[in-house]
């Protein structure tokens, strides 16, 4: 097999957004001035019809990210080789600049739970889920990006701190690294670390792109909703990512309650800023 | 120390319902205790799957109110489980169990409602296909013409039901201004639901009609496809049909090898 390689950072170190339905018309119209769009690669596995046509037409525009929330690649489940196809057929169609999955399940015995279930961070599941990502980076022929996800729970015999277990991830299997800054601080305090620790455990290198989203609370714990603007503290987790990592493309992800073109913007262009600040600090 | 496999097991049981204890023996407490945090796991995933059905059902959402509605599909994801990482696929039997759900007993016609909508959804979502080329029909002689096989667009589907579904559709859809009243004594009602420009088109068909295009579809020859439509509509004008849904972009593609089997000596 072909060793997968490191993407040639082929998304520009600059703000993206996530594409939606609601704005296709709007986005062909003006192309905004963004850096590179996203979308939700399961929301593409149709045949045709509008979200091909529209992701098409501004695929000759932009760099694309194809993000999977169904891979399930934590699971103790064989891999969906159906899955695996459609989102083969789709990187075939759609040539995208990076591919990224979630470093967690959703499924077990066969049964999807639809949902980004956080993995319990053991050796035996660390071994497992290096083994899948170099299962899925065989099948695609191409390195992956795993990202870290939000979670309300942690098991009492995880042995490994989630950093480290993300670390090792990418380390032993190769792929890169799409890290949630909002996922980082959801964590922080729902868990009870210091987000500075985990940011300082992350290997650089591997970051190849980093999420920006917004929260709701439901008592002491924070929801990983991507239905608001990003939080004062998140950009503040940011810009603490950026020094130490360096500029990195950024994606405002909203996914719920999603709001009129402008505002999305808007968040956009408050990452690019922050984006420019940084090289005019290094430059 | 418990498998990935026993923790992935014993939580999908707790999330979907049944023994929360041994999963939540599984959890940290902290600031919420083991179950509360199951309940935030319960909470997000019952409401992806109901969205989803929201999504693709919003007649039936509309028909039966929030509530009510949230009460069948928290039924339907107990009973008929996510298969799939593409929420897309979730839902196709909820038809089926609308028909078998006692609540639903006294509206018989919302299982052909449900039907027409995952119909709808997969219309919407099917492969694009060009038009025919006419000129490529016009070069087949016309003694051929019964043994030809023609091809619906994949973005296209067709739906007979005793009950009068395409109004009750039509009622149903935002912005619908008219006569909000449906009568369920008009009676059934054949669809063809097709696409333009990525926006659904509904109509119905006469019976004749309906009857040739759902044997095409079946793939059966020209000939046999009349027969069954003359058979229900004794006065059915198939040139004028054919050449309609040649134009409409509903007949795509025509198929003139003789199939294997009747190739067989005989």
Known sequence: MAVPSRTEHLLPPRAGIGLRPRHYREMLATLPAVGWLEVHSEN?????????????????????SLHGVGLSLGSSDPLSAAHLAKLRALIARFQPAVISEHLCWCSVGGRYLNDLLPLPYTEEALDHVVGRIQQVQEALGRRILVENVSSYLEYAH????????????ARRSGCGILLDVNNIHVNAVNHGFDPLRYLAAVPSDAVEEI??????ADGPCLIDTHGKPVADAVWDLYRATLERLGSRPTLIEWDTDIPEMPVLLGEAEKADAILEERRALVA | MPSLRDTQTALAAALFGAAEAEAAGLLRGGALSPRRRLEIYRNNVLSTLRGALRDSYPVVHRLLGNAFFDHVATGFVQARPSLS???????AEFADFLAAFPACADYPYLADVARLEWMCDRVFHAADHPRLETA????????????????????????????????IWQVNQEGYQGEPAVDLGEGGVNVLVTRRDFVLQLEGLADGEFQLLAHLGQGAPLGRAADAANHVEPEFDLGATLARHVLEGVIVGFDAAIPAESRSTR
């Open chain 1, 158 to 169: 995880a042995t490994i701190p989630e950093w480290e277990f993300l670390a090792e991830t």
């Open chain 1, 211 to 216: 999420h920006l989203a917004g929260f709701d």
């Open chain 2, 85 to 91: 990482g593409d929420l897309h696929e979730f839902g």
């Open chain 1, 44 to 64: 593409y596995f149709g045949a045709g019809g509008q979200p091909i046509h529209f992701l098409e037409r501004l695929r000759a525009h932009y760099p694309l």
């Open chain 2, 136 to 167: 490529a029909l016009a070069a087949i002689p016309e003694e051929a013409y019964a043994e030809l096989r023609f091809r619906l667009h994949p973005a296209s589907g067709l739906l007979a039901s005793p009950y009068p579904v395409l109004r």
